[in-house]
């Protein structure tokens, strides 16, 4: 990048410097990309937790959601926070790193460290910005599988996710059967929806129409879109969150103060919670990669890849899924998720569907769910038991 715009000015050290381990593809190992064109170099940052055991059997791939990243377990780098999904992965937690191997990675597309639009452009030595080839979720998925090959692992004991990262598991089971022993979709979608592309394409205007995105490359020029980034993310956050969590969580309470004030100030909590969202998001996320990230969301539609039927993708598939919907999310619909499970049922899949009561919304399955805890932790249990690593470990004890 240009001397006048050093990546710590916009936050983005983690894009080219990440916290975690960094696995790198050169020339010879070309990503072909679905949309058309190739990727190389390029690179993946994935963490990992717990230990690979000798059979390389006890291996799970957990991926990450819109703006979520490689950090599902430990502190963030930028934020300091817990890992998005401390409250499942860990010690004694359903992900139990005492006993799996657990691999987590950046998306391609991303901005913690994995190839995306502000990683440096070899052909060019700026940052990619839309020079980046479009990004789809096969993409992700294909860059993931050369990872899994990276760390010499043929077969995954189980691949989970939830909302983009259910699409991603969908796309492993369909891409690799013979590679994911069993599957764990979570209010997730096997298509985007109409409405969904429509609440995307408000949040990449909002970013456009922000003055500093500057056609994209505002990195060069020592700028960011931090407003537009910001309006994108309360609007998207609103869809996380159901009526009921909302009006539980906030009502029409005033923020800080007596009476309305009758201006545009934030007089509302919820108003403040929002702005707050927004504000915070820009410090950690990049405004290209948000654009990149969605439209591989919009152009999600499994069964259009089969033909036009989603149980072609699973036919003879030998994988054990466990579909979870949350009866609240209106993002991604239990309708959805029973659609998953009927096209897993047509193609001969063994499947089991869980829809859980909560009015959390779309967000439940990132945050202490006791039904979805006890649910995950009985599904891994039942499927390490088919798979022997239950008696393995206790027969090595």
């Given amino acids: 990048m240009t001397e006048n715009n050093p990546d710590s000015l916009l936050g983005l050290d983690e894009a080219v410097r990440p916290h975690s381990q960094v696995a790198a593809f050169d020339a010879t190992q070309p990503l072909t990309m679905a949309a058309g064109g190739i990727l190389s170099p390029f690179t993946i940052a994935y963490q990992t937790y717990g230990e690979l055991n000798a059979a390389k059997s006890n291996a799970i791939l957990i991926c990450h959601a819109l703006t979520g990243d490689q950090h599902v377990a430990n502190a963030h780098p930028l934020t300091g926070k817990p890992g998005w999904w401390s409250a499942l992965v860990g010690p004694g937690r359903p992900f139990d790193t005492e006993k799996y191997f657990i691999v987590c990675s950046n998306v391609i597309g991303g901005c913690m460290g994995s190839t995306g639009p502000a990683s440096y452009n070899p052909a060019t030595g700026e940052a990619y910005a839309l020079d980046l080839p479009m990004v789809t979720i096969a993409d992700m998925v294909r860059a993931q599988a050369m990872l899994i090959d990276r760390l010499g ?8 996710g939830g909302s983009m990262g259910g699409m991603q598991v969908l796309n492993w089971a369909a891409l690799y059967p013979e590679r994911v022993f069993s599957a764990m979709p979570i209010a997730t979608a096997p298509r985007h929806s109409s409405q969904n592309i429509a609440f995307h394409e408000v949040g990449r205007q909002a970013i456009m129409a922000d003055p500093d995105w500057r056609g994209g490359r505002y ?10 980034l910001a309006v994108a993310r309360m609007a998207a956050h609103i869809t996380y969150l159901s009526e009921e969590a909302l009006q539980r969580k906030f009502g029409r309470k005033l923020q800080d103060r007596a009476g309305p004030t009758f201006s545009f100030d934030a007089d509302f909590q919820v108003e403040n919670y929002l702005r707050r969202q927004g504000s915070t998001f820009v410090d950690r996320f990049d405004a290209n990669s948000y654009l990149y990230v969605t439209r ?26 466990c579909v979870v919907a949350f009866n609240s999310d209106w993002l991604y619909t239990p309708a959805e998720s029973r659609a998953i499970v009927h096209a897993l049922n047509a193609g001969g899949a063994s499947v089991s569907f869980v829809e859980i009561d909560t009015d959390k919304g779309h967000d439940a399955f990132l945050l202490n769910e006791p039904d979805f805890i006890a649910t995950t932790r009985g599904f891994l249990h039942g499927a390490a038991k088919a798979r022997g690593l239950i008696e393995k470990e206790a027969a090595k004890s």
């Fill in 296 to 321: 591989a969301c919009d152009y999600f539609d499994l069964a259009q890849d089969y033909g036009g039927s989603l149980a072609r993708a699973f036919k003879g598939s030998r994988t054990r899924f």
């Fill in 219 to 228: 990195l060069e020029q020592g700028v960011r879109p931090a407003k537009g």
């Fill in 153 to 160: 692992i043929d077969a995954l004991f189980c691949v989970a």
